[in-house]
């Protein structure tokens, strides 16, 4: 569970640090300390004191994605999916967002969305048909983290839901990134070395004075 210090939390409250003192002393609101006595408070304060206790127990999520507006019926297959595995299991559905984007773009509106409200402690449950609709890579570093603040993604695993080409188009996205920062860097080092000033300090070290008998 994370902790945060008081400038954060008094941030997170919309208050300032001197009322989080003095709701400390009057036991409005009481800090925890550390072993050298400095406080700190935890996100289970933060969802208590914002209310936030009944939604951490019913919010189900479905988090659906295509890469682009052409896939737009794989989005509906994504959601049919889910809702029919919800269904089954007894979940109630509370939300359905829908994006459109790569998997490699952490500025997805919905998927920004559905971290934030993680993060607030809004959300139990996420479902999504495959790993690679939430995200290309680093799905279990977002999975534990998200865990920490009381949300669980559930991976329905439906392989067809995954294409491949877009797997394709997304490492062909990478190459090129680095394709181009390669080229960046020759055309950086041929500029040094076509700069008079940058090169004169080098060929005057490489002239040594001649010595005297």
């Known amino acids: 569970m994370k902790n945060y210090k008081p400038q954060e939390f008094a941030e997170m409250l919309g208050v300032t640090v001197k009322t989080l003192q003095r709701w400390d002393r009057g036991g409005q609101l ?9 406080r700190y408070y935890t996100h289970s ?24 507006i052409g896939q737009k019926d794989d ?55 495959h790993k690679d ?3 290309r890579f680093g799905y279990h570093w977002f999975e534990r983290f998200l865990k920490t603040y009381g949300a669980e993604i559930i991976v329905v695993n439906n392989e067809t839901l ?8 997304d490492l062909i996205a990478i190459i090129h990134v680095f394709s181009c920062r390669i080229y960046g860097l020759r055309k950086y080092k041929s500029k040094i070395k076509e700069d008079e000033g940058l090169c004169e300090p080098t060929r005057r070290k490489s002239i040594q004075p001649k010595r005297k008998n």
Do not use: H
């Not at 009481?30 to 400095?38: F, S, Y």
């Not at 999520?61 to 295509?66: E, G, S, W």
């Not at 995954?162 to 188009?169: D, L, T």
């Open 162 to 169: 995954s294409p491949e080409e877009e797997m394709i188009q």
């Open 45 to 68: 304060q933060y969802v208590e004191y914002m209310g936030l206790n009944q939604q951490i127990k019913g919010k189900t999520i479905i988090y659906t994605r295509v890469s682009n």
């Open 133 to 135: 609709r939430f995200i």
């Open 30 to 38: 009481t800090a925890n300390r550390t072993p050298t006595d400095r």
């Open 75 to 129: 989005l509906k297959d994504q959601v049919e999916f889910l809702r029919q595995y919800a269904n089954a299991k007894g979940m109630i559905v509370d939300e359905v967002l829908e994006d459109v984007g790569s998997g490699l773009n952490y500025d997805r509106k919905k998927w920004n969305k559905l971290i934030g409200d993680c993060v607030k402690g809004e959300v139990k449950i996420i479902l999504i048909a």
